[in-house]
Every structure is written in C-alpha cells, then in structure tokens.
C-alpha cells in the first residue's frame, strides 16, 4: 500500500523500542492517528527536541539538555559525596528516592572482560580524578547486585582505598517486603546485618 | 530539574501511549536518547509526517494518506464484496490474513445506546449507500464475537435485508488450538458448524 507506507514504517520504528512490539506498536500508532492534533504533533516535536538537545554531561554522564548537567553544577550537591551508578536510569531511580544530596558518576555499563569493557570505556579515570577535584570526602558504590556489577563495584574500591570513605548501599528486606517471598540470600543477608534496637 | 525538562515532559507523553507507563516509558527515552541519530531524530520526523498526513478515508474510515484510501481506489479490489469492520485495527488484522480481495467498510466502533452511539456515528448510513454505489453483491459481518458487535452486526443485517448477501465469520477452533484451552462456547460453536469429509 504506498499512501499508507509513511505509516507502516512509523509502525516498524516504534517496534524497535524497548517493550513494544509489533502489535502494541501498531496499537500505539493507531492510538497516535486518532490523536493526531492533540498527542501526535506534540509527541513528534518534543522528541525532535530532544534527539537535538539531549546529550551526556561531560563531568559525569547523566543525560540533560547542557554540556554539565544540572546536578553537577548546582551547588548545593556539592556536599563531598559522589554516588556511583551503573546506569542514567539507576541515577533517576536514586532521585525518585529523594534521599541522596550529593553528585552522582554514571559509569554507562559494568567492567565485562568479554565484551571487552575496561575502567576507560566506563569513566573510572574520571571518577578518580573527581575525587580530588570535587574534593569528595565519600564514594557511594550503588551498582547493582549482580556479579558484574560488584565486581565493577571491588575494582572502583581498589582504585580508591585509602582516599575517600567507601559504601555501598545496604541489603535487606524491601519496604512492604514479604518473608515469604524473599529468596534465600536476601533474608540471610538481611540477617546478617540486623540492628539492635 | 531545569535543563531536563523536555526530557520528563517526552516521558509524561510516552506514558499516555496504549502500552506503556511511567517506568517503560522512561525505559524507552533513555534507549531513544541513546540512539539520538540513528532512531529518535527519524522516528520524530516520521511522527511529525504522519500527523501531518494521515486521515480518514472518506468512503470506508480506513486510515491513510490521502482522501480516498488505496483499497477504496483499487479497481482490483471491486470485486463486489463488502468486509465491515469496528475498527481499522481489524482492518489491518483482515489484510495480515491476506485471504479477503474486497473492499473494508470501518464502522469506528459499536451501537451502543449508553454511550449515546447512533447508527450516524458508526457510518452505517454511508454503508447502504456504498451498497448500491458500489453495485456490491454480498456484505461480510466481520464484527467482533461481543454482545456490542452481535448487536450491531445484526442491526446492519436488518438495513440490508434482501438487497444483498449477509454472510460472517465462521466461529469455530482457532488453527494450532487446543481443545483443552477452550471456552466452553467455543467448543459448542464449533461442534455445531461441523463440517463432512
């Protein structure tokens, strides 16, 4: 059908994002159609927007519309701690969160020996050189609890000791968690760490 | 946060897409943020071209590019038979099936009386003029197995009475269904529509 081939490929894009597939694409496309005025031209033009605007902070790897994001520049977040994360979507999960007042180090990924991922590709040099520049008294390790990531989390450390304080989040039971529904590692873990009263 | 404004605003209007919310959504901006060139800047660009193109044909309420659809146009398509649809999604979903050689006629949803949906607001008018306009022979009730879509189905049946052939679709075991996974009134469908070697 060649008048409806702009649609069809429009279809094919959306089914490249990630957790749409062929038919939820050609549901939201067919969603967008009806809705043209009113949600597909703004969709349309925020996203042009933001394919030119958007870019990595130089100083950190948070993603934002200037050279060195927001949080890096504000002030206030200058409080001596820097929290590690592996990913921008980790950084805006610890900022829904509302608790961490300081900077943040996107790394972009985790050190992999196989998919030939060093300390370079993922800003180690840069996080060590802030440390001394921002003079950062602590460094948050919050990668995630996989093998990757705590190996990524034990060379950073290495790197490190004897600088700065060194953290990592701490492991236990989720608010709202249920016993019951916990693997094995997690309530030991949680055990492990118990506070007294 | 200032400079990631459009950033947030990009994700609140993702999350209004069929599909998606708030956490996929963002899912999804950070993917596209990281294929700036290669995905988001066409993808925005083809968005911006469909809205600008895309409307309803005016003879049959498919959707396309110009004002009488491809299909409608098609002298091959003249075949004297009418497929009536609720949505232009089955539409699509009729032609993925390429078995039908006919013209479609999209009725845009059900009669419905709570929802004040008259027979005006589903083009059903327009239907029994295509009939004599279009010299059509049999018209196929392929409306979904819903009470809403029976009720409607039989209400064109009852326009179009003795002008034309009124046929359906035949209900019965989906091809690769297994028995054991059926609804009860499927099976009981089926066994009534058997066929004769």
Redo the contacts between chains.
């Keep these: 059908?060649?008048?409806?081939r702009?649609?069809e490929?429009?279809i094919d894009?959306?089914a490249?994002?990630?957790?749409?597939g062929p038919r939820?694409a050609?549901?939201?496309?067919?969603?967008?159609?009806r809705k043209?005025?009113l949600?597909?031209?703004?969709?349309?033009?925020?996203?042009?927007?933001?394919?030119?605007?958007?870019r990595e902070c130089l100083n950190c790897g948070n993603?934002?519309?200037?050279e060195i994001?927001?949080?890096c520049t504000s002030a206030k977040r200058a409080n001596g701690q820097i929290c590690v994360v592996e990913?921008?979507?980790d950084l805006?999960a610890m900022e829904r969160g509302h608790a961490f007042k300081g900077r943040y180090h996107v790394l972009g990924g985790t050190l992999s020996a196989l998919d030939q991922v060093g300390p370079e590709q993922l800003r180690i040099p840069r996080l060590i050189d802030r440390v001394s520049e921002e003079a950062i008294s602590e460094v948050i390790l919050a990668l995630n609890a996989t093998v990757d990531g705590q190996t990524t989390a034990h060379y950073i450390a290495d790197q490190l000791e004897g600088r700065v304080t060194l953290s990592s989040l701490a492991q236990g039971v989720p608010i709202g968690g249920e016993l019951d529904y916990l693997d094995d590692g997690t309530i030991a873990a949680a055990l492990n760490a118990r506070k007294t009263f």
């Design positions: 059908m060649n008048s409806t702009d649609i490929a429009l894009v959306m490249r994002l990630p957790g749409l939820s050609r549901r939201a496309v067919l969603h967008l159609i043209r005025a949600l597909m031209q703004p969709l349309a033009d925020l996203m042009g927007q933001v394919a030119l605007t958007a993603v934002g519309t200037t994001c927001d949080i990913d921008v979507a805006w």
